[in-house]
């Protein structure tokens, strides 16, 4: 009759959502050939030149990365409203805000982390130096939890409609643009040997200051939506 | 001695609506509802098609925003803080992921709301007649299958209020027996519920109260 606290029901959300990803392994793969695929397009169409695909590595993998988590970012929410279990987790006993942060959590970990994982293979097609690697890889671990953060409000926000995969691109995008600006910066700093450390510390803040916020505004949206 | 000890709850109201109404549109979809509902109670909803039924099953869980009039919870007026874990819904929508079997989705509702004394996860779905479907993904299951899984929650979570919408849907006999004898446990145990359904209850407790939907 006891109720289960705050850390076997993140436990259970957090398992849940897991063991929904890896009972459909394919899509997780699908964002990471999707970003193999697009940074070998770039020698293709610029010509295999070492100093330029050395000096746009940086930025490359970065937008590359953001363009594959927004493909895998729209189901984030869908399924769990079209099945119910949305509602059930809405009169579930605990704050929705933290259950929806472990749902972020574990979709950051499916999609987010397998693109880290072969950042550095991304990079070395197009010749970003092996000293600026632990550089962009810290720009990525900061960044993508921000753009899963940021991605989940919107999806949350655009829960009811029909077809929103371009119009969750069309209002993620231009949110993406400070992360983006100051994880690149970082990079091309450590590329020039210039110190790259106050670029992170940014991401660093903005990310704890979305931590925060965004389960909360997800939590709000997903009740309206729930609501209507 | 046992008369005693369940004639007390008789009085605690759970849940009571005053002069409830809602609007789709500025057009009523039901006005001016009024019932009480008592702990070891049952409530029977009734109504056409479009009467309003999901919809106040809706607003008693806490999904729609009431448009008129009030909610008790307890004598207190509803909010959600107070009612937390002590309100069951079963809605349309099942609320089980089809890539997860029967127990792995229960397994996440206990997580949330943990058990009811002396139940466990292998007794509820043997129960309600899941046995040997433990470890099916749900997506496998038939219909009814899917419905027993939703109902194996009614029989682990320890809610005081039932909202069950149309629980007899897609069910075949010895479902609706089920669900009856479930209810019946429930309403021993003290517990109220509230379910709607358009096709006749046959409900073998005592009499429940009929509430009919009208605009």
Known sequence: MSRPGLTTACAAMLRRDLTLAWRRRGDIAMPVLYALIVTMLFPFALGPEDTLLERIAGGVVLVTILLAMLLALDTMFSSDIEDGSLEQLVLAPQPLALMLAMKILAHWLTTALPLIVISPLLAGMLHLPTSVMPVLMLALLLSTPMLSLLGAILVALTAGTRRSGMLLALMLLPLCVPVVIFAAGAVAASQQGLPWLAPIAWLGAALVLLLVLAPLACAAALRIALDA | ?215
């Open chain 2, 1 to 215: 001695m046992s008369a005693a000890l369940t004639a007390v709850p008789d009085h605690v109201i759970l849940l009571e609506t005053r002069a409830l109404g809602f609007y789709r549109q500025d057009e009523p979809v039901f006005a001016s509802l009024n019932f009480r509902l008592r702990a070891g109670e049952l409530g029977l909803i009734e109504g056409d098609n479009g009467s309003g039924k999901t919809t106040l099953m809706r607003i008693l869980a806490g999904l729609l925003h009431v448009d008129e009039g009030e909610l008790y919870w307890r004598g207190q007026p509803l909010q959600r803080e107070h009612c937390l874990g002590e309100v069951l819904f079963l809605g349309h929508q099942l609320g089980l992921k089809a890539d997860l079997s029967p127990s792995e989705n229960l397994q996440v509702a206990v997580g949330l709301h943990g058990y009811r004394a002396q139940t466990t996860l292998s007794a509820a779905l043997a129960e309600v007649g899941l046995s040997g479907y433990e470890d099916e993904p749900v997506r496998r299951l038939s219909a009814g299958q899917k419905k027993r899984a939703a109902l194996a929650r009614l029989v682990l979570l320890p809610a005081k209020l039932w909202l069950l919408d149309e629980p007899y849907a897609n069910l075949d006999r010895t479902g609706i027996a089920l669900v009856n004898r479930l209810l019946e446990e429930h309403l021993a145990r003290d517990g109220a519920a509230l379910v709607t359904s358009h096709g006749t209850v046959s409900f073998h407790g005592g009499e429940p109260q009929r509430i009919r939907m009208h605009a």
